[in-house]
């Protein structure tokens, strides 16, 4: 329809003007380190697979004997035929890892959070979500058609001063926040989020995409803190290697939740080799200490290197500003060999544009080394 392709081409030719117009390329990940892209080798400073579990050999094994014996695909949603036996494994594996009583898997990230958030807050619900939290996150609060509000980022002062002024014209209130920030790597202040939140009767969640397998030896930014977090939302597309979602929380919280939330009962089941591989991944990440601290110990090799504050998470952004330098950059660093992404908005606030680097368990001493040194040399400029 031409009305329609014109809509298209001209929200097409905005974003070409803004250079935040963005292609999908296709990438060959060879064994979770390093990629193929238009016919180069590199080496990808821009995965989530923190640990390189999307290529070892035990969660492959794992992923070809459920397919063995359950088949490739859950057949339905889990509240009807698609709840396969690996399902309660994984769930009571990360209910112990996270310290809760219980556990839901769900098809991803984005729909674990678009679908708990609506399930506990309502109209006359309140939701409080850090400026800087995932589009998930935001997804999932507007989902509620509750007052959404947002607090400072990091900022427990504000997140304290609009619970007085708001949180009694309403039934019930949610504090929703990044765990490790996706995009900047710092970590929430749970301990001080957890405190006041009990002080307003308000509950928290965290995303903990981020943290689960690397930060708190393994079992994520509510460690690292000793916070108490009811709602502890994650994935099992990061470090874990292969893909889904998360919430552990109380029995009575899941029970709700596996009625309740529309993104697990109206969607079908993650198919079984997904959940086994994720339970192979648990196994590393409960038995092998060493291998959790790698990535974190890595990040902070490369920041100590650049100058920059010591590296909380995995991750580690470089900010730039505009977009066309930080395209450049990106570029620059594309032809020395390395994949760094530029990462522009929406993803990022105007003005914030940034490479972000991820590092893994697997990098290479000298490789972070040379990174950080053309980092020093080429974008101290910025
Ligand atoms: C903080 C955060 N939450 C949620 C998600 C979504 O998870 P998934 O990829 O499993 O949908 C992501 C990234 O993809 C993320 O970075």
Not at 224 to 249: D, E, F, N, R, W
Not at 277 to 291: K, N, R, T, V, W
Request: glycine residues 8%.
């Amino acid at each position: 329809m031409k009305s329609l392709d014109d809509f298209a081409k001209s929200k097409l030719d905005q974003l070409r003007q803004r250079r935040l117009h963005r292609a999908i390329k296709e990438s060959v990940r060879e064994d979770g380190l390093w990629i193929e892209r238009d016919g180069k080798r590199l080496l990808s400073f821009a995965c989530n697979d923190y640990l390189n579990l999307t290529h070892h050999p035990a969660l492959k094994e794992a992923a070809i004997d459920a397919i063995r014996r359950y088949g490739v695909g859950a057949g339905a949603s889990r509240l009807v035929t698609g709840n396969h036996p690996l399902y309660a494994q994984l769930e009571g594996r990360l209910a112990r890892l996270k310290g809760t009583d219980a556990a839901c898997v769900f098809g991803s990230g984005y729909l674990a959070n678009a679908g708990i958030v609506p399930v506990l807050i309502g109209q006359d619900g309140l939701v409080l979500v850090d400026e800087l939290a995932h589009s998930c996150l935001w997804a999932g609060a507007q989902l509620t058609r509750g007052k959404v509000l947002t607090f400072r980022h990091n900022d427990a002062a504000h997140l304290s001063e609009l619970l007085h002024r708001h949180r009694k014209q309403h039934n019930r209130a949610i504090i929703l926040t990044d765990g490790v920030f996706s995009m900047d790597g710092d970590l929430a202040p749970l301990d001080e989020f957890s405190e006041i939140a009990s002080r307003h009767d308000t509950w928290l969640m965290t995303d903990d995409a981020h943290g689960l397998g690397v930060v708190g030896d393994g079992r994520g930014s509510a460690a690292v803190h000793v916070a108490h977090v009811p709602l502890q939302m994650g994935t099992l597309s990061k470090a874990l290697g292969g893909y889904g979602g998360y919430i552990c929380a109380s029995e009575a919280v899941i029970d709700l939740i596996r009625n309740r939330a529309r993104t697990l009962v109206y969607s079908t089941g993650l198919p079984p080799p997904v959940v086994a591989a994720s339970i192979a991944a648990m196994d590393l990440i409960e038995s092998d200490a060493a291998l959790v601290c790698r990535p974190v110990a890595k990040a902070r090799a490369f920041t100590r290197l650049t100058n920059l504050p010591d590296a909380q998470s995995p991750i580690v952004p470089l900010l730039i500003g505009d977009e066309t330098p930080t395209l450049r950059a990106s570029q620059m660093l594309a032809d020395e060999g390395f994949l760094v992404p530029a990462i522009r908005p929406p993803s990022v606030p105007e003005g914030t544009s940034r490479l972000r680097l991820t590092f893994t368990a697997a990098h290479p001493d000298n490789e972070i080394e040379r990174l950080a040194a053309i980092v020093r040399a080429q974008l101290s400029a910025h």
